[in-house]
Every structure is written in C-alpha cells, then in structure tokens.
C-alpha cells in the first residue's frame, strides 16, 4: 500500500469502518477478470452507499493525491474496472436503490449499483422493462461507464440511447446533474453522452434516469438453423435493410452452438445458427415472421419455428448470455479473449467470413457469435493461459479484425470499451489529434489525473 493510500486511510477508515475493506481475504473477493486481462487485488476498497459519502471520498483523495477506480461489479471484459497499484477501488455495487419508477413518463431513477436483472425484477408488476442486457448481471453504473449494450440493441438501443440523464461526481468532489427527462434537449454539449462510455475516467455516476420500453403484447422466439454461416448473415443484413423492426437477431456459429449445447444442455444441430425473437401484436408478429423467413428460405435457411412460450424463451436467452463461460469450458483450464468489432451491417458478412477464414487457418478455437444485428460479432478465443504461440496467433488475428473494421468504417469495439485492452486501436480509429482532443477534456475535468488511470489512454 502506499504512503498515500495509507495516510487516506486513517482518515476515511474511521467514517467507514468495515467498508473501508483492507484485509486480504475481503480484497481477494474484489480480483476478477472476466476477460483476459491479468485479475489484480485492490490496495484498499471502499464501499460508499450515498452521494456524500461518495464526494466525501473524492475530496479526500484529492487532497491526498490518490488515485481512484471505480467498481461496479467488475463483469467488463478489457480490465476496465481493474485495480491499479496504490489506488483506492471505490464499490458502488452497495447504492442499488431503485429510486422512482415514473411509469407515465416510462422511465426509472435508479442509483448506479442496481443491476439490470434486479431492476427488471422491481419493474416486473409494471408493464415495463429495461432493455439493455450485457451477458451479465452488470450495474447500471458500469454500463453506463462502458455504454454497454446486448441481444435487444438492434431494436430499443445501447445504453447510449437509454440514458436520459445523470447525477456524477467530479474527482474534486462536485455533484453535477447532466440531462434531463425530456425526450430531447437542445440545450448546451450534452454531458450525458460525454460520461456514458467515459469508463470512469471523467466522474462517478452516482444516480442514473433510464428509459423503460413497454413489455410487448407478444413476443415470438425460436432457433434458426442455416446451411452456411454466410447465409445466415445474408438473412440478417436482409432482414436489417428490410426495416423489420426485429427485437433480437443473434448469430451463432457451429462451434458456438457446440459450446451452448455443452455448457447449457441443449440439444441444437452444430449449424451456423440464428436466434431470432419478435415483439409486438400477434398481427405484426406474424407478418414478421412470414417475411424474414421468406428472407432465409432464399439463403438456405432451415424452417423457422417460433414460440411464444416463456419457458423455452428463458432457456433460450440463458444459453446466448452464457454463450462466454460456455466457450471457456470447451477447452479445460483455458481462459476467453472476447473480441467485439462491429461493421456497418452491409459489411457484414465479409467482416465475419473473413474472422472465419483467418481463425481457421491460423489453428484457433474460437466461436464466432454476436449481435449481427448491429453489425457487431464477438469472436471468442479460446486459449491456455501459457501458450504464447496461440496467444501472438491470436492477437495477430485480432489486429487483422480490426483493421479491417477500420477500413470499412467500422469499430474496435461495439460495446465493451477501451480498457486497457484496446488503448492502441483506439488511436488507430480516431486518429492522433481526435485522442488528443479527448485527453484535453480529460485534463480539464481530472487535471490531476486521479481518476481510473491508466485506462483508456497509452
Ligand atoms: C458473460 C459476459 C457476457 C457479457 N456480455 C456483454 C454484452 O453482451 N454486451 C456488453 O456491452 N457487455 C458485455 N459484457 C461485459 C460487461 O458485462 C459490461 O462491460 C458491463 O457494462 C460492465 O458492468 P459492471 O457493473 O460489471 O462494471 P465494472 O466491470 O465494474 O466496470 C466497468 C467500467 O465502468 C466503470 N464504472 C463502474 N461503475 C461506475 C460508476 N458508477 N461511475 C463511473 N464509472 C463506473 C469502471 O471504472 C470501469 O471502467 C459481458 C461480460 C460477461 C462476463
């Protein structure tokens, strides 16, 4: 710990008592890498559970020049929210009061440790639903800070499209509120947009005013098989460029499906597969469904059977989220790098087809899925913790990825953020002088910075 951090600590341990957390044991608790980024134990973590006490953590680390990391529950995947030596970890995971539901209005006031599940569970007698849903049971905090997204973007958006307004603290202790709950403002830069998906670089979302959407009068879900992955990509981006208001429309390839039937015992043919799901009145979805599987039929698409059933629609849903720990088991003892480029959809196929080709001749297990909707796939690499070979094939894949997504216009990453992961693509995406113009909003807002350093920026 350093001298810094201790000096804090005799101040704030005292405020805190046991949620000023030290030991090794509780710290330990705090060492989670879901990606592939080494898991490092906090120094010291905090555990604030209001706005005070969070400026009141801030001031103080100000003062003392220690720097902080903000924590929701550490599912991000580019060691966003890893700890760095001789910072303070601050846990927000225990502000998780949902803390108005403005059905008329359709939106909800919530603090930034609520998870999405446990928010859909508060909403459940309502009518109403968040939409945004990341594989795991994150915070709203953390996907704000990540502008994290999932299977139901393609039809009610990213977190940046479900974020109406904010409450952060500044990292010298200032509580600023950003946006508001109207529909849209034209007043001034918009701040909420500037700190969702500022991966708790600029200030610490302590209060969040998300969209709800209605929960839809049916909703249709079913497992769609194809002779070939490229027509089932074809389907997609047809589908896309239809206007079908589709609600998910989620890729699987046969080694991701291998992996689902394994990890969450299904029983699907190893096809490349699409998962598709509808919502709206039996009218509409009907009318849906006919057209996109006229769309498939023309690309070798099996029969697409659909239900309204929950039960199959929960299992179904179970299995895509697990769909990383499911890769992961496919190999035993080996750990996942989770790519997430996304293209413009008329790109599609040739992004995706290309990861196939360059995966397979490079030797790798890999699955490729994602939210091809969006133009966004996920290649899961599979590799042992110590093989270097796989790891430098791996990377030299990825960087051939990217560059690719560059080229057409595309993106390094759809939704998991920077990281320290991407620090360099970044650049390459933006160019020098755009990442200089964001270090200059840096400096202004963290002149010290104090606030999750190390990430983001080389
Ligand atoms: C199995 C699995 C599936 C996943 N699927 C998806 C997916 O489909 N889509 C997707 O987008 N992501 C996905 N992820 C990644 C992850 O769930 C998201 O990045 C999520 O947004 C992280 O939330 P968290 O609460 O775990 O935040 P953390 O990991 O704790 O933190 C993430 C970042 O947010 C910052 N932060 C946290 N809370 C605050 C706050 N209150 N104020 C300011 N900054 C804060 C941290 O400093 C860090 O930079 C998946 C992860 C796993 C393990």
Sequence with gaps: MSSALAALGTGLSAIFGERWVTSESRRAQFMISEGHHQAIMPDVVVQPHTIPEVQQVMVAAARAGVPIVPLGVGTSLEGNSGAVAGALS?????????????????LCVVEPGVTREGLNTELRSTGLFFSVD????????????TRASGTNAVRYGTMRDNVLGLKVVLPDGRLISTGTRARKSSAGYDLTYLFTGSEGTLGIVVEATVRLHGIPETILSGVWPFETLG????TVIATIQSGIAVARIELLDPVAIRACNAYAKLDLPEQPTLFVELHGSPLVVAEQQAMIAALGEA?????????ADADERRVLWRAR????????????????WSTDICVPISRLAEAIEGARAAIDAAGLVAPILGHVGDGNYHVFFVLQPDDVESWATAKR???????????VGGTCTGEHGIGIGKREALVAEHGADAVELMRSLKRAVDPAGLLNPGKMFL
Excluded: Y
């Design 321 to 336: 989220h697990a769909a990383l720990p499911a890769a992961r088991a496919l190999v035993p003892g080996a750990v996942t």
């Design 231 to 234: 027509g089932a990509v074809d």
């Design 397 to 407: 894949v990825n960087e051939q990825m990217i560059a690719f997504a560059l080229s």
């Design 90 to 106: 601050v846990d927000l995971s225990g502000m998780d009061r949902v803390i108005e539901v403005a059905a008329a209005d359709m």
């Design 299 to 307: 690309a070798g698409g099996g029969t697409l059977v659909m239900s």
């Design 134 to 145: 990341p594989g795991a049971n994150a915070t709203i905090g953390g996907m704000i800070a």
